[in-house]
């Protein structure tokens, strides 16, 4: 936040683009166990909603973006791999795997985070099979199968999508159709509203302070990257902690 103090976009904005980074770079390598048979991971959907040009959406977005575009061996899929093709194909790229020192088991996993200053155009007009398939995609299944024209079936392993977005109020209606309200889609996303911006900044300069907190926050990221295994509650005031080694 202190990183950020200078800029027009709105605190919440960068509280959640913030969030969204760090969930990037933990990808499907860190988890929490939660009641019986259940697995919880870090991906969000974020979404920032705020009139075109008035509140400062996409530099906040952009911040986060490239922060997490340096953090090795996570993958942030490009603005145009929008539609349900498109990022079926960057999951199946991704995928990786790794040591879990919780069981000490090679897991493959398939995380990718999608940054869109425009969610519509990531999300299109109406497509509800898109929109029912980011619902799926959401609960980070270990398999995911679906249908292909020439092979058949196919499946994914380990999905895990993790998506920050942003959008005028006026697209949410044309993005997603009445029928998908209900489904489930909306109830996943974290919507973050604001009218305007925080502040005018007639001109950003970055001293030397604040590119030297870039480093630290960018080697911070790096780090948050590098951990893996589950997170447990300690019984002294419920805090998390993880299972995590450095990969090589």
Known sequence: MEYTD?????????????????AGALQRRVYLRWGIGQVIYPNLYVVLIGASGRTRKG???????????????????????????????????????????????????CSVTAFSEELSVFLGQGDIAYLSNLTDWYDSKDDWEYETVSRGKDRLEGLCLN?????????????????????????RIIFIVEEKKRKIVPEYTITDEVAE????????LDRIGNLSGEMHFTEEG???YVDWYIRE
């Open 59 to 109: 530099v906040a977005i952009g911040i986060a973006k490239d922060f997490l575009k340096n953090v090795s061996g996570v993958t942030v899929v490009p603005e145009s791999s929008s539609g349900r093709q498109a990022m079926i194909q960057a999951m199946k790229r991704a995928v990786v795997s790794f040591t879990d020192p919780s069981d000490d088991k090679i897991k493959f996993h």
């Open 163 to 187: 998506l920050c977005g942003g959008t005028a109020p006026d697209w949410i209606q044309s993005m997603i159709p009445q029928e998908a309200l209900g489904g489930g889609f909306t109830s």
């Open 238 to 240: 419920k805090k998390l």
């Open 213 to 220: 907190l870039g480093q630290r926050l960018q080697r911070d």
């Open 6 to 22: 200078n800029t027009e976009s709105p605190t919440s904005y960068h509280t959640w683009c913030g969030l969204s980074a760090i």
